[in-house]
């Protein structure tokens, strides 16, 4: 068993562990970044995609609309490349509450988050989508934010400051000298290889898992799981956000994110940090939902349907033992167990919201930094992260690829064509995972492969086909490795099986088992590592 | 429509919606085998459309060797309409680029033609030069081998204005008796015989005529981008056209690419969709479906005197767009002697304004060889043909002579029209020129 040591070992790859590893790394001190699968697969990856302006908490929820105001500016300056400056728009129809406008705004005010009146009409020509009944509606600095591109952006970062990051690595067990943390054993959940880290302290930011995580420690943590879903609509429908100008509900928000709109979302109390089933009435709530704001839309193409667990907690003392959903506050806690527990070299950091991430990480690092004894401060709203060459420094725009592909900057044959993937692209790709295994559901968490319309229909085959080649596949190696990923896009197209997208999967039915027969393809002794690994999900459809 | 019901969903971007990316329409489009310049309709189509943003300057570039034929939308088995997405894109990448002086140029057809009548001598000397041409050519980037036609010296309307003081028409026919006659530029200015020859057969056949005001369809400038100058005359067209959409007077046209601009694309290219842009495209006929039309309620004359010849026909594509089968060969069908066979090709390549541009030329040219093919195999020395840009291609591929249907239906009914030469000659099967002239 190889044995490693470190400063802190940070658990979870999300949004919170991100950037926490960069803010530690920042600080100058020495950190590795583990996750059980690939980055953005839990929470980080199944969320809604907006950048909060805080509007969405201004009616109930004060001190996570402030957080939200504040950490927006923030993020859209410190990682640009990551946000699409959509904006937003609260808008209120006759089928909501008459009073609550006003005292929204009043939130708002009070959150410090700019509320632009507009009439309806120039809500129209912005968004000719909405319905032509609006009874208010205000502009808000929302965004959406590409939460893979930003977890890459804190790792390139931090490691360029010295900080490191493992991937497909699980903590299964928290080693205890006395009343300390001291590290951790990892197993390589591809290899199922097992490994030591010692580390002066252990940073837990594993959203749901988190109360898994500290039981390792022996410690109670108490995270409620609320399962939201969501639905991936096949274009844009709308180029800002747009949310419901109403109490907190299911179904109020519409965000515009890469090539879809993501319609969401619901909330309901849940048993495990990893349930992520799609209910028929979580699919007909949100299109009716939306189809209120944005008339027509529930007969748009449903690309794909997933949910994700927002790890909710409430400390113990707060006596709200009864709350449930959106009752509990979204703000977040950072648990010193030295302090709450008598337990040093741990920390848990949990709830909160994608936006506050970089917020989060700030609270988190000060309290594993008090633990060591190292005083060095937060830096990591000071500056820009350097941007990463592919993005050459613009915000995220939905025509990027169209506009590299028509200018001739991405040669080479077409492979995913939904979403404009080239072989060159392809290879690349695999090439920057070394002698790592990697499966075609890992290329597609780094290039969108087969995230479009046809859902893989095409590409699949096609990508599977190029990965064989660069890495001299068996051709047993390479059919496993195709179903799994046919298989996993599957899955999220089971929960809107009706029109367009029934068609379509009919049409990659006849593609991959009548035309390839591909359920007929020897593919027995094939080692678990090219398969996808299980239970991921998409980041937005 | 202004109407709350319709959603997005029901407009051309949204179409890009349906798409399964079959490849169908990639495979029957005729301009993305013949160039790598163009990666083809699903492409730039539906494909593209997920990627662009509404109001901001568009990303496209290949997108300008879409010839806008329409043969995407008409195979598609989903509903995209690819070729009027294409066409809103070009729009949107005109208006990001500017518009080349040459496109501009392209687009104003209806001005040259004015403009070029009185000085038809002259103006017939410059386009048949050919060191002129090569001139153009260079500076101006139209393609010297693209087929311009002739002025013809008068207009159409010039004549109708004498003709209906010469003879003035009676004025008492019912609505149900009369007919609008839409000629469309280049029959005002190039081949004012189409016009007279129809205006002749809807005589014979008992129809009142009248020819409103009327201007560009404004299709030229639509395929160019310019939707601002489209849209101009477009409306223009509409306001003249709908008090008599409104009586229920059928509106006809012998320009089967002018009558599709004002079936299909003013709403769904151009995005009028109010209350009197779809009168007048509900009420809006190809001259020949309308001919096919009367046979049906057995309106239409039979008095046809027989043709005895074998001719190849070709659909415009802009015509196989009306979604109504091939009412030319219907109607042509009925006279005796004559029988029409369709050329198995989908496009002649000139697609409007298309063919004419250099370098676009040669792209045009391979489109259309499978009709050069087939004429030449046959030895025919004659093509029928429903729109007159694609008359003009074919000739140059093939070097046969070409006509509009109506002529030989004007043939048949032994009417003629005073400086015109029919193509061929009606009667007993002395005469017989079987394979044409
Ligand atoms: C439906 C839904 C919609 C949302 N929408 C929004 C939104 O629009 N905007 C917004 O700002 N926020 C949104 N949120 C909230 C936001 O997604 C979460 O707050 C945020 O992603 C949490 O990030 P995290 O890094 O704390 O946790 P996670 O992203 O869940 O990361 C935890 C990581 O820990 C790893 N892990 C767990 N156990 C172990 C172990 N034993 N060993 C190693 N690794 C382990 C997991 O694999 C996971 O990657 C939404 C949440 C949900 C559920
Ligand atoms: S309109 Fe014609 S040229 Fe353009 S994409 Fe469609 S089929 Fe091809
Ligand atoms: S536009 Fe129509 S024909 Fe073309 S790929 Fe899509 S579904 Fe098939």
Redesign the interface.
């Given at each position: 068993m190889t044995t490693t040591s470190v400063d802190v070992l940070i658990i979870g790859g999300g949004a919170t562990g991100a950037a926490a590893l960069y803010d530690l790394a920042r600080r100058g001190v020495r950190a590795l970044l583990v996750d059980q699968l690939d980055f953005t697969t839990g929470t980080s990856g199944r969320y809604h995609g907006l950048l909060h302006s805080g509007g969405r908490y201004a009616g109930r929820d004060l001190e996570t609309a402030r957080e939200c105001i504040v950490e927006n500016r923030v993020l859209r300056r410190i990682v640009p490349f990551a946000v699409e400056d959509t904006g937003g728009l609260f808008v209120a129809t006759p089928a909501d509450p008459a009073d609550f406008p006003a005292r929204w705004l009043d939130g708002c005010a009070k959150a410090g988050i700019p509320a632009e009146p507009l009439s309806a009409a120039q809500a129209r020509a912005a968004e000719?989508?909405l319905t032509?009944d609006i009874t208010a509606v205000y502009r808000v600095p929302d965004g959406s934010v590409d939460s893979f591109d930003m977890i890459h952006g804190f790792v390139a970062a931090a490691r360029d400051l010295g900080g490191d990051a493992w991937i497909y690595q699980q903590v299964t067990a928290l080693l205890r000298e006395g009343d300390a943390v001291v590290g951790a054993t990892l197993r390589d959940t591809r290899s199922g290889e097992a490994r030591t880290v010692h580390a002066a302290c252990v940073l837990n930011a594993t959203g749901p898992w988190a109360g898994a995580v500290a039981q390792l420690a022996g410690l109670n943590v108490s995270v409620k799981f609320d399962r939201g879903a969501m639905i991936a609509m096949?274009?844009?429908?709308v180029?800002t956000i747009v949310n419901r100008l109403r109490p907190a509900a299911d179904g109020d928000i519409l965000v515009p994110v890469g090539?879809v709109c993501v319609l969401g979302t619901t909330s309901v109390h849940t048993s495990a940090p990893d349930d992520y089933r799609v209910e028929a009435w979580e699919v007909s709530k949100i299109l009716a939902e939306a189809d209120v704001v944005v008339?027509?839309?529930r007969?748009?193409?449903a690309l794909r349907a997933w949910a994700g667990v927002r790890p909710l907690y409430e400390p113990p003392q707060a006596g709200h033992d009864e709350a449930q959903g959106r009752e509990v506050a979204r703000t977040f806690s950072v648990l010193d167990h030295a302090v709450l527990d008598g337990v040093r070299g741990l920390v848990t950091v949990t709830g909160g919201k994608l936006t506050t991430c970089r917020l989060m990480a700030e609270k988190a690092a000060d309290a594993v930094c008090a633990q060591l004894g190292i005083s060095a401060p937060c830096s990591t709203a000071d500056e820009a992260l350097p941007i990463p060459a592919a993005t050459a420094g613009r915000y995220h725009?939905?025509?990027h690829?169209?506009?590299k592909l028509?200018?001739g900057e991405m040669p080479g044959d077409?492979i995913c064509?939904?979403e404009?993937i080239t072989r060159p692209q392809l290879e690349a790709a695999i090439a920057a995972y070394g002698g790592q295994p990697v499966a075609l559901d890992d290329l597609r968490r780094d290039l969108r492969l087969g995230m479009?319309?046809?859902q893989a229909?095409?590409c699949g085959v096609r990508a599977a086909g190029i990965l064989q080649a660069v890495r001299g596949q068996a051709s047993a190696e390479a059919t496993a490795a195709l179903g799994a990923f046919v298989d996993e896009r599957f899955r999220g197209v089971r929960p809107l099986l009706w029109g367009?997208q029934l068609?379509?999967l009919y049409?990659d039915e006849l593609i991959y088992r009548r035309t390839l027969g591909l359920d007929r393809l020897p593919d027995e002794g094939v080692s678990q590592a090219t398969t996808a690994a299980p239970g991921e999900e998409a980041a937005h459809g | 429509m202004t109407d709350h019901s319709t959603t997005l969903i029901d407009l051309t971007p949204f179409t890009a919606d349906h798409c399964l990316k079959c490849n169908i329409c990639t495979s029957a489009c005729p301009v993305a085998p013949v160039t790598p310049l163009f990666p083809g309709p699903k492409t730039v189509g539906p494909q593209a459309q997920r990627l662009r943003l509404p109001g901001e300057p568009s990303p496209d570039h290949s997108i300008d060797y879409c010839s806008g034929c329409g043969i995407c939308t008409q195979v598609c088995p989903h509903g995209v309409r690819v070729m009027e997405i294409n066409t809103q894109a070009k729009a949107v990448m005109t208006q990001t680029h500017g518009m080349s002086p040459r496109n501009w140029f392209l687009s104003r057809n209806e001005l040259w033609g004015r403009l070029g009548t009185p000085f038809a001598p002259l103006a017939n000397f410059g386009v048949g030069n050919r060191w002129l041409r090569l001139i153009v050519e260079k500076t101006f980037k139209v393609s010297a081998r693209g087929p311009l036609p002739g002025w013809a010296g008068y207009t159409f309307r010039g004549w109708w204005k004498r003709e209906i003081k010469r003879r003035p028409r009676p004025q008492s026919a019912p609505d149900a008796q009369r007919v609008v006659y839409f000629h469309g530029c280049s029959t005002n200015t190039y081949e004012p015989h189409i016009g007279k020859l129809a205006v002749a057969v809807l005589e014979h056949i008992g129809l009142h005529v009248e020819i409103p005001p009327q201007t560009c369809c404004g299709l030229p400038a639509q395929s160019n981008g310019d939707f601002k100058a489209a849209r101009r005359y477009a409306r223009t067209n509409i306001e003249s056209l709908v008090e008599y959409a409104r009586r229920g007077i059928p509106i006809v046209g012998t320009s089967a690419s002018c009558i599709t601009a004002i079936k299909g694309d003013y709403q769904h290219v151009l995005g009028l969709d109010d209350e009197d842009a779809l009168l007048v495209a509900a009420n809006t006929y190809d001259f020949m479906e309308f001919l096919a039309r009367l046979d049906h309620e057995g309106r239409l004359p039979r008095d046809f005197q027989p043709i005895e010849a074998e001719l190849p026909y070709h659909a415009p594509c802009q015509l196989k767009a009306h979604g109504m089968g091939r009412p030319a060969l219907d109607v042509l069908d009925l006279i005796p002697g004559l029988r029409c066979w369709e050329i198995d090709a989908d496009c002649c390549g000139i697609a409007g304004t298309y063919g004419y541009k250099a370098e676009k030329r040669e792209i045009a040219e391979a489109v259309g060889r499978p009709i050069a093919e087939q004429v030449s195999a046959a030895g025919a020395r004659l093509v029928v043909c429903d729109t007159e840009t694609c008359r003009w291609q074919i000739t140059s591929l093939t070097g046969a002579k070409t006509v509009h249907p109506v002529e030989l239906v004007a043939l048949a009914y032994g009417l003629t029209v005073d400086r015109y030469t029919p193509p061929l000659r009606a009667g007993t099967a002395a005469h017989a020129a079987v394979g044409g002239l």
């Open positions: 000719p989508a032509h096949n274009t844009r429908w180029n090539t008339p027509g839309i007969n748009g193409r725009r939905l025509d690829r169209l506009h028509e200018h077409l064509e939904c404009m479009g319309p046809c229909g095409f367009h068609r379509q049409l | -």
